[in-house]
Nanobody, 126 residues
Framework: QVQVVESGGGLVQVGGSLRLSCTASGRTFSTFAMGWFRQAPGKAREFVAA????????YYSDFVSGRFTISRDNAKSMVYLQMNSLKPADTAVYYC???????????????????WGRGTQVTVSS
């Protein structure tokens, strides 16, 4: 059974930084594409960033591009989301997700991920 667990959320001031971490167990980690999504109160879940199984390709939503960086360490079965220059609009529950890497398909849609963590709260105060 695949389990996905996030960590690293918290409270940070505007302009600050946080690094989220995520691990997936129950299957060889390097076979997964990994993604981060977020959901703010009263809003739909939205794509944040994703990375292919090898780490050779990364994808970002327009609203985080240049501020957030996704990376992975397959030897440690970890994926990270480095978040810099945080804004109040970044306040949300952040979810890590794992899914099969489909050739030719950008892993940016929630329905492309089969396994989800419970989420970690990120709050940016102004």
């Amino acid at each position: 059974q695949v389990q996905v667990v996030e960590s690293g959320g918290g409270l940070v001031q505007v302009g600050g930084s946080l690094r989220l971490s995520c691990t997936a167990s129950g299957r060889t980690f390097s076979t997964f594409a990994m993604g981060w999504f977020r959901q703010a109160p009263g809003k739909a879940r939205e794509f944040v960033a994703a990375i292919t199984w090898s780490g050779s390709s990364t994808y970002y939503s327009d609203f985080v591009s240049g501020r957030f960086t996704i990376s992975r360490d397959n030897a440690k079965s970890m994926v990270y989301l480095q978040m810099n220059s945080l804004k109040p609009a970044d306040t949300a529950v952040y979810y890590c997700a794992a899914g099969d890497q489909i050739p030719g398909v950008r892993p940016t849609k929630a329905d492309g991920f089969d396994y989800w963590g419970r989420g970690t709260q990120v709050t940016v105060s102004s």
